[in-house]
């Protein structure tokens, strides 16, 4: 036999949720910034939140230590734009970069491989962009139509190689480390020049990222064909000579144009050979394996060089990166070296002097902001993945702040129809139902803001709808419990001795409902990404603390007004069971009547 109501002692399980409501709250006004709002998202508060997918040479999917380390080098340039507020999170293989207010604009290119390189220059042609001239220019400051000098004892080979070009970028001076192709050594030889891109090209290069939504085969097929194309080891030959026909063949195959996609952004292989486009894809540059990786620069800053009337971007590398560059350097006077970043050569200065110290420049006609943006991904680290932008959104403040009224007051007008229902149908078991209610927000409210500071959970739109329909199913847990004290108070019963089996019997099936909702959530957050996620987890939290709302509010308040000795609070019509009461009292008075006849007969 079900326990009485007297010996619940609601009490205590009141007492249990005040200590719950106390603690939460103590920790929302004494911990973080002490404020008791919620992490909102960029829809609520106004920002910009870029989704990037990672792309692997190979299609396949890219290992976890991997996207972790690629997740704290783009964290650590999010942070360098000096922004509060601002998060970056892993969502299965991509990475989500969220940056509230109005400054996220610069998180667009956040997602740049920055994978920087130095090879040296073994040719270049020009784009047919650049009117074709049949006299070359004079030799002075810009490369002629023929190939690098033959090598010599001290350098790396680099003869034979075209250099299909009639006008090229201006030189630079060779102390900065820095600038644009300069002059080809004195001695030279006559070359054919390579073609221009066909008029059908494969993938053309560009310096953004593709926009696939996913990693797939096609995309590993696109890199494999631009790697045996663009990468060939036989493109330069045991004797530093190059393939004319591979060459021809690779740079034919290059388009470069702005805004275009180039499969092997960010993935080709340092070890081999390189076909690239460069100096603001005017010129394709044929190079040589790289012999010194960026992940040697110890820093990297921007400014203006008065000289040059131009900004630049400031290099200093490590100790091992010194020795390299001061003995490439050494070897390598008046020949080119590329500065390559993600498989775009951003300068192809002409070595004029050797550079020891390990200081260095990079040219490539950046404005102010593309020299800032450059130094600051340079100093945090290159990516161990590519990535490409599958989604950007930016919402404006205003528009933020318009979306979380328009939810709040979704939630205003959900919370009362919920009440005046419980009011008309239920009277003061509706009352009841609204205290535990407004109890239920209060705990929500305060489980978010803490979660919002200690796993960084944002409060987005989908988040609201999942706590509107929580409403309802908060609400359908108390329902289920008064349908069953009317089937037990019609069944004969008085509402005092309702209470305890009506309980017993109605919270199996609470149970059972709050447990199906969480699990299709759980199903949900785990199979969703984005915002389905954020809707699949305030559907969840909030079916649990149902839960402890029932166990730690509802019942016991039921139990104390069952145990009340106040006429207007005992009394059943004012509880929404008059009927039921007298339907229960004329089937009790209907079986004593009949057990009366059966004992008579």
């Not at 040219?363 to 993945?385: H, V, W």
């Not at 109890?439 to 706590?467: C, E, K, P, Q």
Request: contains cysteine; aromatic residues 6%.
């Amino acid at each position: 036999m079900a326990a009485s109501a007297g010996h619940l002692r609601p009490g205590r399980y009141l007492a249990l949720f005040a200590l719950i409501v106390i603690v939460l709250y103590a920790l929302v006004f004494l911990t973080g910034n002490h404020k008791p709002t919620p992490k909102l998202g960029i829809d609520l508060q106004g920002g910009t939140r870029v989704t990037l997918t990672a792309r692997t040479p190979d299609g396949g999917q890219p290992t976890r230590e991997s996207l972790d380390q690629a997740r704290q080098i783009i964290e650590r340039r999010v942070n360098g734009i000096g922004v509060g507020g601002t998060e970056v999170l892993l969502d299965g293989s991509n990475v989500v970069i969220t940056v509230p207010g109005e400054q996220g604009d610069q998180a667009k290119n956040l997602g740049k491989t920055a994978k920087l390189g130095f090879r040296k220059v073994v040719a270049n042609a020009t784009q047919p962009v650049v009117p074709p001239q049949t006299t070359p220019p004079p030799a002075t400051g810009t490369p002629t139509g023929t190939p690098t000098g033959a090598p010599s004892s001290s350098a790396p080979p680099s003869s034979g190689a075209p250099k299909a070009s009639s006008s090229a970028p201006p030189s630079s001076p060779a102390a900065g480390g820095g600038g644009a192709p300069a002059a080809a050594p004195a001695q030279q030889q006559s070359t054919t020049p390579a073609p221009p891109s066909s008029s059908t090209p494969p993938p053309p290069a560009s310096s953004q990222a593709p926009a696939d939504d996913s990693v797939d085969e096609q995309t590993a097929k696109e890199i494999q064909a631009a790697k045996a194309l663009r990468q060939n080891p036989q493109l330069i030959g045991a004797d530093g000579t190059a393939n004319q026909e591979l060459v021809t063949q690779a740079m034919a195959s290059l388009t470069c144009a702005p805004n275009a996609k180039d499969p092997l952004e960010g993935n080709d292989d340092p070890k081999l050979p390189l076909v690239a486009c460069g100096d603001h894809d005017t010129y394709k540059y044929l190079l040589e394996p790289e012999f010194l990786p960026g992940t040697e620069i110890a820093d990297a800053s921007s400014g203006y060089d008065q000289q040059r009337g131009q900004w630049v971007v400031n290099l200093s590398f490590k100790g091992e990166g010194t020795k390299t560059w001061a003995d490439f350097t050494s070897k390598n006077v008046n020949q080119q070296a590329a500065f390559v970043l993600d498989t775009q050569v951003v300068s192809a200065p002409n070595i004029q002097v050797a550079i020891l110290d390990g200081n260095t420049q990079i040219t490539g006609k950046f404005t102010q902001s593309e020299a800032k943006d450059l130094s600051d991904i340079l100093k945090y680290g290159s990516l161990p993945l590519s990535f490409a932008s599958s989604d950007a959104t930016t919402v404006s403040a205003t528009l933020g702040f318009a979306s979380l009224q328009a939810g709040l007051i979704a939630g205003g007008i959900g919370l009362l129809v919920v009440f005046v229902y419980c009011l008309f149908y239920y009277r003061l078991l509706g009352v009841l139902t609204i205290l535990s209610l407004a109890l239920s927000g209060a705990l929500v409210f305060a489980v978010l803001v803490l979660l919002g500071r200690w796993i960084g959970y944002t409060l987005d739109l989908a988040g609201i709808a999942g706590l509107i329909i929580a409403i309802g199913i908060t609400a359908d847990s108390f329902v289920i419990y008064f349908e069953r004290l009317k089937d037990e108070i019609r069944e004969g019963r008085t509402f005092r001795s309702a209470v305890p089996r009506g309980w017993t019997r109605a919270r199996r099936t609470i149970l059972a409902s709050d447990g199906v909702s969480f699990l299709a959530a759980a199903i949900l957050y785990v199979i969703a990404v984005g915002d389905v996620q954020g809707f699949a987890f305030t559907l969840g939290m909030s079916t649990v603390l149902d839960l402890v709302v029932v166990y730690l509010v509802t019942h016991p308040l039921v139990a104390m007004v069952s145990t009340s000795k106040s006429s207007f609070l005992s009394n059943p019509r004012n509880l929404g069971l008059g009927a039921v009461q007298q339907l229960g009292s004329q089937r009790k008075k209907s079986t004593t009547v009949g057990r009366a006849n059966v004992k008579e007969a």
